[in-house]
């Protein structure tokens, strides 16, 4: 096997530049580097597929960024991206960064280092310079920044969807909606709450309206409020399908019965809305059409041609268990 000196005569430069070089902790000159990259691709200093890493600067992978994994729409969307880039030749690095700025930046700046042929990150905007500075294809899911200087967003008709669960509610002859609205300064959750507020002004509803995270727990504890401040509440709109179902939690431990006494709605349709009892109605997202459409992006190198492009998905809704119509009979 060869040894880094062996990569240094070959090369024609220092053992120190060959370290220089592999550790990324001094500047060579590009010359330079492309010798001592062009030599390591020839010997088994390393092995071969890192060595082509190097110099190719494509390590066949692609890093998705996601708030938290304990979203079950986030492990559902990671599937898809995993399966679809599988596909194509590509391996999928997920950074679960909790919510964290700092974890966030790190994974984007890891990722780059590690030559990745791309990101997906699905956050707020809170780093949009950082991603819109990266040098390698970035794809935003599920938000939409001010600039351009990324390669694409995906998201969804958030607004229609908020309207439409408001619609189905009121259809089903609620009169009393109260809307549990996501943290409003992700984009995912302004616009379905404006789609619930702008449904309520154009039919003359009364509007009502908790915040509360896209969490589990934080649900069941909005849950609770909600309750005391609204008694007479028979309508419900949740910020998505995980708090939707911490709100039946605490509608079935206090014996309040679904959809008899109080109708909900969730949002996203994840695989376990149709798996609880009762079945959860929801607005769908197309998830799977999403993801390949995220990792096509970044794969297509005509994909990445034109900067900033939106790709909006339509939603639609899904009446399952937790509505009906009796009211209305």
């Known amino acids: 096997m060869a040894s880094i000196r062996d990569v240094a005569k070959l090369a024609g430069v220092s053992p120190a530049t060959v370290s220089r070089v592999m550790n990324g902790t001094a500047n060579v000159t590009e010359e330079k580097r492309e010798k001592v990259l062009r030599a390591i691709s020839e010997t088994d200093f390393v092995p071969n597929e890192v060595a082509r890493t190097l110099f190719k600067k494509s390590s066949k992978t692609i890093g998705f960024i996601i708030p938290s994994i304990q979203n079950p729409y986030f492990t559902q969307m990671a599937d898809v991206i995993d399966r679809a880039a599988k596909e194509l030749g590509f391996r999928i690095l997920l950074c679960n960064v909790e ?38 294809p970035v794809v935003i899911l599920d938000s939409l920044f001010r600039t351009k200087d990324v390669n694409a967003y995906i998201y969804c008709n958030y607004y229609q969807g908020g309207m439409m669960a408001a619609e189905h509610l009121h259809k089903c002859g609620c009169r009393k909606i109260v809307c549990i609205k996501g943290p409003q300064q992700l984009f995912t959750a302004q616009a ?32 609770e409020e909600l309750l005391s401040s609204y008694p007479d509440v028979d309508g419900i709109i949740a910020c998505n399908d995980i708090v939707a179902i911490s709100i039946y939690k605490i509608l079935h431990k206090r014996n309040i019965s679904v959809p008899e006494q109080i109708q909900l709605i969730g ?55 937790t509505t009906c119509m009796k009211k209305l009979l």
């Not at 709450?193 to 509360?212: A, L, M, R, T």
């Open 99 to 136: 919510h964290d700025l700092d974890r966030e930046r790190s994974a984007i700046q890891m990722l780059i280092s590690a030559n990745a042929d791309g990101i997906i990150a699905s956050n707020n905007s809170e780093l949009q310079h950082e991603l819109s500075q990266c040098e390698i």
């Open 192 to 223: 379905r709450y404006q789609g619930y507020v702008d449904f309520c002004e154009d039919n003359g509803i009364e509007q009502h309206s908790i915040e509360c995270d896209y969490d589990f727990h934080a649900g069941m504890a909005v849950t």
């Open 267 to 321: 949002f996203d349709d994840v695989h376990l809305s149709s798996l609880i009892s009762p079945e959860l109605t929801t607005i769908h997202q197309p998830i799977e059409e999403m993801g390949r459409k995220a990792i096509s992006i970044i794969c297509d190198p005509e994909g990445l041609e034109k900067r900033g492009k939106q790709f909006v998905f339509p939603v639609h809704l899904i009446e399952r268990e």
